[in-house]
Every structure is written in structure tokens, then in C-alpha cells.
């Protein structure tokens, strides 16, 4: 069954958190985040905020995942950054090609950006998805306060 990719809507909120918990919770994100947290972010997705948009990955029978992508600049590369923040597919629908479908929606959809995203290495499943789709592993460290 095909997989579309729409903007997160109020009626996804309860969807989305369940699956940010999950996410969460799990090896491939450093901090187990916040209830406050998830709720701010799915605010922001569904409000008017003009640095972070959410979506959700369905067919028709689920929803199947979702995703969060944030705005900004970069002046090393001298033009828009898009992060992909989240990407999450529920277990069962996992290996479909979803998470490649949205990195070509989202590129599709920036084009003239540059792309960013973090993953664990443990996550070998994901680091193949994202080397398969383009995204190279970048040599420097990242910090953060």
C-alpha cells in the first residue's frame, strides 16, 4: 500500500507524541526528551512558526511515521540549512522506503539547500538509508550548551 507524506495537522497530535515517546526512548536520540518538549515541538509544527514544520508518513488504513524538519541558514555552504531533526517509522513499516520517499519530498520541496542530519552510528539501519539517499558523514564534531 503506497505511502503519502502530508503536513502534521492538531488531529495527529496524540499519534505524534506516542511515537516522540517511543523515539525517544530508544538508541537513536541521545536525550529522552520531555513531555513539555513534545508537546512545544508538535505546537510548533502545527502552529505558525516559521522554523519548524512537521509530517506524517500514512496509508490509508495508518499513520506510519512522522518527521521534523527545522529552518535556518548556513553560512558555511551560503545558503539555506534544512535539519531533518526527526525522522521515525513505526517497526512494522520499517525497510517500505518511507524514510527515502520523504528525503526526496524534503529535497524535492528545498531545492538549493543544504541538508543536515544527526544519527547514531549504532543505528547502522538508518546510516545506510541516509548514505544510500546522498548524505555523507561530516568529519568535525558538533557542540552544543
Do not use: H
Request: aromatic fraction near 14%; hydrophobic fraction near 35%.
Amino acid at each position: 500500500m503506497q505511502s503519502i507524506i502530508r503536513g502534521m495537522e492538531e488531529k495527529d497530535r496524540s499519534y505524534v507524541i506516542k511515537m516522540m515517546r517511543v523515539f525517544y526512548a530508544s538508541p537513536a536520540v541521545l536525550s529522552n526528551g520531555s513531555e513539555e518538549i513534545f508537546e512545544a515541538d508538535v505546537d510548533n509544527c502545527i502552529g505558525e512558526c516559521p522554523y519548524l514544520e512537521g509530517y506524517i508518513f500514512e496509508n490509508a488504513e495508518d499513520i506510519q511515521g512522522y518527521a521534523m524538519v527545522a529552518k535556518s541558514f548556513s553560512t558555511e555552504f551560503g545558503k539555506p540549512c534544512i535539519w531533518i531533526e526527526d525522522i521515525y517509522i513505526k517497526d512494522e513499516y520499517r525497510g517500505l522506503g518511507i524514510g527515502s520517499l520523504f528525503l526526496d519530498y524534503i529535497e524535492r520541496k528545498y531545492p538549493n539547500s543544504v541538508f543536515r542530519l544527526e544519527v547514531e552510528a549504532e543505528n547502522e539501519r538508518a546510516v545506510k538509508v541516509y548514505n544510500k539517499c546522498g548524505y555523507e558523514i561530516l568529519s568535525y564534531m558538533e557542540m552544543k550548551k
